[in-house]
Structure formats: structure tokens, C-alpha cells
């Protein structure tokens, strides 16, 4: 008797610019995502709908940082409407394009602080596919409402005030931070229209309109 497959428990659109590379393959062999191929208009792979993830070699990434491709892509992974992630992939080859290593390590320090885009890394496509999975187990424990938010609970007036908006969709600590300050209070911030949640900044389209259904 031949046991029937298991159903893939996560979706997975993969850009078709992705194609030739290894990456698809193992997500398709493993039978763990429900993949599909299409054309993404930011990044490479949207793990569960929620996290946009922008793959790059080493080498990928010095050449878009020297023919100025690195920063308009973090721009626009900054403004989608999902988590954003910038996979680095692969050892560090010996030889790279004419750069110097304080660019590469300027970049990087500039995605993360100016642009706060996480950087992972991943020496293999095997080690790409296992954060895959971790990310996608994230995302469902998020979607069945056992995410736990970050810490005990404060006692201190102010801190519980962030808490309270962390508690907000695709909000963490810095991004409660600003909301409270444009705001001044929780009560404002939870009966701001979408427009006025737009002007925080790292609050998107999509981000603000999943706050509003919440809250109304």
C-alpha cells in the first residue's frame, strides 16, 4: 500500500528569475512548501504571503552595490507591504570585483540601520531552504495567534504603551517607538485613518490597512 504524500504545509512564490538557481529545486523536492512560480514585483521569494525575501551571492551583492542596484532594491523592499529579508548566500568567494571590504561591511551596516532590512546569511542553498522552513514556522505560529510579544510584560506606564502597539500587525519595538511619537497616545494611534498611519515612517500601504482591519 503506497501512502499518499503529505499536503505542503507552507506556500512559497518563488520570482521566475529564480528559476536556474538551486534554491526552487530543493523547495519543490522537499515537499514541505506548496511552490509556485511567478513574477514578483520586489524580491525573490514571499514565504506564507507575509516575508519577502531578496537572495543574493556575494557576488550578486558587490556588483548591485557597485552599479547602484544594492540601494534602490532596499528601498523598495522597505516599502512593500511585507516583512522584508535580504538572504546572503554562499561563502565568500576568494576573489571579488574591485571594491573595497569597508564598502561591503558599509553596506551591510547601512541596510541594517538606515534601511532596517535584516541581513541572514547562508553558506548553501541546503542552509537557504532550513531558514526557509524556520521562517515559515514563524509566520504560522504568528497566524494562529501564539506569537508571543517581545518580553514580560512592562510595568512601567510608557513601556506598556508600546507593548500594547506591538501587539499591532508587523509592528516591533522601533517601529511602536515612532507610532507613539507621531501620535502621542495609544487611543490616537489605534483611531488613525490608513493615511495618517502612512506617515510613520516604515508604516506601508499594506501594513497600515492590516492595522486598520484590525482595530475597527
Not at 39 to 44: E, I, K, P, S, T
Not at 110 to 126: D, F, G, H, Q
Request: include cysteine.
Amino acid at each position: 500500500m503506497t501512502l499518499a504524500a503529505p499536503e505542503p504545509r507552507w506556500k512559497l512564490d518563488i520570482d521566475s528569475r529564480e528559476r536556474a538557481a538551486r534554491l526552487p529545486d530543493l523547495a519543490h523536492a522537499c515537499g514541505a512548501f506548496d511552490v509556485r512560480l511567478c513574477r514578483l514585483a520586489v524580491g525573490d521569494y514571499l514565504l506564507g504571503g507575509r516575508v519577502i525575501v531578496e537572495r543574493k551571492t556575494y557576488a550578486d551583492f558587490v556588483t548591485s552595490l557597485i552599479d547602484g542596484r544594492l540601494f534602490p532594491q532596499a528601498a523598495a523592499l522597505a516599502r512593500s507591504s511585507h516583512r522584508p529579508v535580504i538572504l546572503l548566500e554562499g561563502p565568500r568567494p576568494a576573489r571579488l570585483p574591485d571594491v573595497h571590504p569597508d564598502a561591503i561591511q558599509g553596506a551591510i551596516a547601512s541596510l541594517a540601520v538606515m534601511w532596517r532590512l535584516p541581513l541572514i546569511r547562508a553558506r548553501t542553498p541546503e542552509d537557504s531552504l532550513r531558514l526557509f522552513r524556520f521562517i515559515a514556522q514563524q509566520v504560522g505560529r504568528e497566524d494562529r495567534g501564539a506569537l508571543k510579544r517581545y518580553d514580560r510584560k512592562p510595568k512601567r506606564l510608557a513601556s506598556r504603551r508600546l507593548h500594547v502597539l506591538q501587539g499591532l500587525p508587523g509592528i516591533g519595538p522601533a517601529l511602536a517607538q515612532r507610532i507613539l511619537t507621531q501620535f502621542g497616545s495609544v487611543e490616537r494611534a489605534m483611531t488613525a485613518d490608513a493615511g495618517a498611519l502612512m506617515q510613520v515612517d516604515g508604516v506601508g500601504t499594506g501594513k497600515a490597512a492590516r492595522i486598520r482591519e484590525l482595530v475597527e
